[in-house]
């Protein structure tokens, strides 16, 4: 079975300033994928990034950025220029990838991300 | 245009009753499911439903069915609804992995309070 483990149950950080979340997952898979959510209040789950386990090449969009380490199977998300848009709970996932089988996400406690003004 | 969408956005109700949430999604996506978040945030999938075949079913009570009249639908029924049962419910769609990239979409969440 699959793990997901989010160690910081919260953090917060001033705007403008970097912020890194954790998140550590424990899988027998050689092929997956891995996520990071945003659920702001309003509860909607957003994608943020995602990244493929075969690629060596950390996923980035924007001010969001991860550093993926296989080996130590870690997958933080680096918030960069952080906005007050960006408070929100943040979740990390992970999902299996094998061909004709369903690939079921697997999801973190979450970590609560306030941005101070 | 709204990718994921769940009907109704909040449910109260009472213990013992019957309830159903629906969901819709445009995306043309084999594959939807069911995640329970609990009050505490977690999030738990209960069920996904590829082709119309239940895939997944994660020791959920029997009390909790999935109906997929076809394959952009696939609504939630709740029978003799339990305090515990409250908690935000919400869908998400995804392709099958067929070597292309693939994420799950999520709908805007159901919260549901039961009394």
């Known amino acids: 079975a699959q793990t997901v483990t989010q160690s910081q149950p919260e953090m917060s950080v001033q705007e403008a300033e970097t912020v890194t979340l954790s998140c550590t997952y424990d899988t027998s898979e050689s092929n997956y994928y891995l996520f990071w959510y945003k659920q702001p209040p309003s509860r909607q789950m957003i994608l943020v990034i995602r990244?493929?386990?075969?690629?060596?090449q950390n996923a980035t969009e924007n001010r969001f950025s991860v550093n993926f380490q296989k080996a130590a199977k870690s997958f933080s998300l680096k918030i960069s220029d952080s906005q007050l848009g960006d408070t929100a709970m943040y979740f990390c996932a992970f999902m299996k990838l094998r061909a004709g089988d369903n690939n079921d996400m697997r999801f973190g406690a979450g970590t609560r991300l306030t941005v101070k003004p | 245009d709204t990718a994921v969408s769940q009907t109704p956005k909040y449910l109260v109700t009472q213990m013992g009753n019957d309830k159903s949430i629906k969901c819709e999604q445009n995306?043309?996506?084999?594959?939807m499911y069911w995640y329970k978040q609990d009050s505490k945030k977690f999030l738990k999938i209960m069920f996904s439903?590829?082709?119309?075949?239940?895939?997944i079913n994660e020791t959920v009570p029997n009390r909790f069915s999935p109906k997929s009249p076809d394959k952009a639908h696939l609504n939630l029924h709740i029978n003799s609804l339990e305090l515990g049962d409250s908690a935000v419910y919400f869908c998400?769609?995804?392709?099958?992995?067929?070597?292309?990239?693939?994420?799950?979409?999520f709908g805007p969440g159901t919260r549901l309070l039961v009394l």
């Open positions: 439903y590829n082709n119309k075949e239940l895939i």
């Open positions: 998400a769609s995804s392709i099958p992995w067929t070597g292309t990239k693939e994420t799950q979409y």
């Open positions: 990244q493929e386990a075969y690629k060596q």
């Open positions: 995306l043309g996506h084999d594959t």
